[in-house]
């Protein structure tokens, strides 16, 4: 990912809490017959290995785990919102797009034993269920679930890299940032709130 010098995060524990916060994604690959891309949800287990371990899985009927999956990459996007130019009140100023995104990079292998996917699918169910007021489990004596793990197939990505890039207006001054701020914050979309809020955090960093 291209990530200019003032868009880049390399914070390790921002990166952790934005992985949890934004864990459904894009799963990119290439295959004998070209590029292939699957969206799905992660768990990401940071305990596991030396820089973590993204675990999922798909349906069997999906061509793509029997592709050259050795290498992938995981994209997995933020918030983001349209800036307009007049909102900096200032000449010479273009529209552009802020957003948070995090690309993580890995070596996938696959996870078919019965036992093996039954603990992926409790470690997601449990971390995807534990905002519920009466949390859903899962049952590896009920005869559906068991249906179910015969039409899936499971995955961990050993992760080599992982790049974040949080493009929040830092290459303007603080001032044009603040107006950009206030704008995002008149709008009506959930999304640019978040940007006005991500832009916040940031610009209280850099005072500090």
């Known amino acids: 990912m291209y990530i200019p010098k003032h868009f880049q995060v390399e914070d390790k524990q921002r990166l952790v809490d934005f992985m949890k916060q934004n864990s459904f994604g894009i799963l990119f690959s290439q295959t004998e017959a070209g590029p292939y891309a699957t969206h799905l949800p992660f768990f990401f ?35 983001h919102a349209y800036i307009s130019p007049t909102w900096y009140e200032e000449p010479n100023t273009v529209p552009t797009w802020n957003y948070a995104a995090v690309h993580v990079y890995g070596e996938l ?10 603990e992926i699918l409790t470690q997601m169910s449990d971390f995807y269920e534990s905002g519920q007021p009466n949390p859903w489990q899962v049952s590896a004596d009920n005869t559906y679930i068991q249906n179910m793990l015969n039409a899936i197939v499971g995955f961990k990505i050993k992760i080599t890299r992982i790049e974040g890039k949080w493009k929040l207006s830092q290459n303007h001054p603080a001032g044009r940032q603040e107006r950009v701020i206030s704008q995002l914050k008149t709008s009506t979309d959930a999304k640019a709130h978040a940007i006005a809020k991500l832009m916040e955090q940031n610009l209280s960093k850099r005072t500090e």
């Open 45 to 79: 287990n940071e305990h596991e290995g030396e820089s973590g371990v993204l675990t999922g899985h798909m349906a069997k009927a999906n061509p793509h785990w029997q592709g050259n999956n050795e290498e992938v990459l995981v994209v997995l996007q933020g918030p």
């Open 109 to 118: 292998c696959l996870v078919d034993e019965p036992q093996g996917l039954l």
